[in-house]
Every structure is written in C-alpha cells, then in structure tokens.
C-alpha cells in the first residue's frame, strides 16, 4: 500500500489522530473507487489531503491542480448562500469563460496569487449583487440602473472596481442593461485639462445633470473648483 512507503513514525502519527481515523472511516463505507472527487467529500478535509498527496505520489491518483481544485470548491460554497437562480448562474458562467478555461489552458499550475485575485472579483461581484437586493432597494442584476452602480461606487471605495469585469461580461451578453463601473482612480493615465474653459463646461454640464445622478456629479464639480482654487493661491 502507498501508505506504507511512508516513513514509520509519520505513519503512525498520522494513524493516530482522530482526524485520521474519521476519515478514514468514512472512506472505508464509501462506494466506487478512490478518486479526486471522492477525496474532496471527505471531512475532515486535512487528512484527506495528506492521504491525496500520498496517492498522487505514487501515481495511484493522476495529478491535479490543488490551487485551481480549491478555487472551484470555493466558489461552489459561496454560491449556495446566492437565493436568485439567475444571478448564480450568471456569476458561473463568468468564472468557468472568463477565469477557468483560461487556468485549464494555461499548461501550468495555478498560483495561489491568481486565486487570490480571482476571489476578490467574486467576492466583490456577490457584494455588488447583495447591495442591489438590500432591503430599500430591491432591485436585481437585470434591473438595475447606472444611478445604482454610481451609488454602490461611491459607497463602497476601491472595492467596487473589482467587479467591474463582472459587470461588463453581463452586459456584453444582455443580462443586465447599458451600465459600467468606471476604472478605479489612479489606475490609468490621468485625464489633464487642455484650459479653463474645458474644465469649466464639464463643470456646468455636470451640475446641470446633478439631479438624475447626484452621487458621481457633486464629488466631481468639488474637484474641479477646489483644484482651480488651489492653483489660483500657489500660482
């Protein structure tokens, strides 16, 4: 048996939890052979890794990218606290198009770092969705307006550009209406005033659009006069 290749003393350590034994005693009832998605229903899972990394070893279990498996299993978890059938399937078919295929094509294993990113854009994606249900709002994925997405930006800082690939991969295929979540600030290349003039009819379009989107017109007329202000002192 694989197992017993193993070092004595780590064996026997391992045996002797009672991790270990629970598991093992689940894997004993269980039906069919021993394979990847048998392991990942095991609990407790800490044994069963070390028991899937023994296999793997000796070629009793094919390779497997453990980042890639994890991120899956993640996901999988985070959706059953999703109620709207719609907006679940949604975010799958944005993860498996845009982030699966792309890390099964990729020839090599997962990073834990390109998880990790992943993870943020989910996760801001099902704050996003959460937001819009909120109790004075309820609005869904397929209703919801520019005016709201303003006003989850604003409310939510830096974290709210993190779904902004979410949002576009929606409305590039009609589950949800013409909107966008801008570039977060300072990631692109500053917008620089060619004069005055240019500043100031921003300005004025603006305010004069102030009504229908407050959230996004006010910051930005600040801005634009506190700026002129400033170098009006230093100049």
Known sequence: MALSA?????????????STVAMLGRLAVA??????ALLDRLVPAVPARHLRQVLIAHRLLPERDRHLSHLEQWFETKLTGLGDADEARALRGYLSWTHLRRLRNAGKPTTPGAVASIRMEIN?????LD?????????KLANCTQSDIDEWCMSTGRTSHRGRRFLAWC???????????PVAPGSGARTVFENE???WRITRALLNDAPSRPPIAWPVCWHCSIDRRCRELCG
């Open 6 to 18: 193993n070092n004595p003393v780590t064996l026997l350590n391992w045996l002797h939890q009672t």
């Open 31 to 36: 039906e069919g052979a021993i394979t990847h």
């Open 124 to 128: 801001s994606a099902m704050m996003l």
């Open 131 to 139: 937001w819009l249900r909120a109790r004075e709002r309820k609005r």
């Open 171 to 181: 409305a590039q295929r009609g589950l949800v209406g013409d909107v966008v979540i």
């Open 197 to 199: 003039d240019t500043r």
